[in-house]
């Protein structure tokens, strides 16, 4: 006697489970589908065998075809680096200003100076040079040391305040407040006094505000606080500023001021890396 079970509706033998009433139909799955199945695992069984597939103890099988995704990276890197060796060179050997005027030179600086940004600069600078606060912006024509090209080399190869460079560009604006260098009403009419200079909503320029921004911030910032690139004086009479565009935030600076510190690439990055970083940054439209 069969033991089969049918079902009554469709005609087809069940598996014999059955879940709350519920019986499974036992439909044998379509011959097309079993052949594309079991191609499926001679094709993967003929891939790992022809291809690096199986872990060793220190490597893994380099399959019948010798193929490594690793060497064809390590050719690729190789063709790219012979066929820009003679331009790097031409970098390494010649002063910025001479890659400006020569434009495959430039070009060629241009895009790899581009690259080196997104990797070394970009994440304080922004992936658009466009600066935050603290950050200096690297698209305007306000610049703390100096925007020529050759400035911009010497800022990125040295550094500002580095610790790890003797040559870096270093000045301290003192703490007027902190160390009591001025009284807090000082502060406030210098604070103004600042504010003044670029219209800033508060600003109001006195006599003795005058008297006091002459005595403690033009020897920097210059008489009429246009600024002064070989001291790192920033320019106070344009709508630029560093850490903030109001009445509070000039007093907080007065009186403990902040000192941002950018380190030296020098001894990280090649000579050429560096006039490329200088070339692109002087062409972001505010270099001069």
């Excluded at 879940?19 to 199945?37: Q, V």
Aim: hydrophobic content about 35%.
């Amino acid at each position: 006697m069969s033991d089969k079970q049918i079902d009554e509706v469709s005609g087809v033998e069940t598996t014999g489970h059955e879940w709350d009433g519920i019986k499974e139909l036992n439909n044998p799955l379509p011959r097309w589908w079993l052949w594309t199945f079991y191609g499926t695992i001679v094709f993967a069984i003929g891939y790992t065998i022809a291809y690096p597939a199986w872990p060793l103890i220190s490597s893994a099988t380099s399959g019948l075809l010798g193929y490594s995704s690793r060497a064809d990276l390590d050719a690729s890197l190789a063709s790219a680096k012979a066929a820009q060796g003679d331009l790097v060179a031409q970098v390494e050997a010649r002063p910025v200003a001479e890659i400006l005027g020569d434009e495959t030179l430039a070009r060629f600086a241009r895009a790899g100076g581009k690259s080196a940004f997104k990797v070394y600069c970009s994440q304080c600078h922004g992936s658009g040079a466009q600066g935050a606060a603290g950050y200096p912006n690297l698209n305007d024509d306000e610049w703390i040391w100096g925007g020529t090209a050759d400035q911009i080399y010497a800022t990125i190869a040295h550094g500002v305040r580095s610790n790890t460079d003797t040559d870096t560009h270093f000045n301290l604006m003192p703490n007027f407040g902190t160390e009591g260098l001025l009284t807090p009403e000082q502060i406030d009419l210098t604070a103004k006094q600042v504010a003044s200079l670029s219209g800033i909503e508060g600003g109001e320029a006195t006599t003795e505000g005058g008297q006091l921004f002459t005595e403690n911030c033009a020897a920097c910032h210059g008489d009429t606080g246009l600024g002064n690139s070989e001291l790192g004086g920033p320019s106070l009479a344009d709508p630029i500023w560093l850490y903030g565009n109001t009445l509070e935030t000039i007093r907080a600076q007065v009186e403990r001021p902040r000192h941002g510190v950018m380190p030296a690439w020098s001894n990280k990055l090649g000579d050429a890396t560096i006039k490329q970083l200088a070339v692109y940054v002087h062409s972001l439209g505010g270099g001069q």
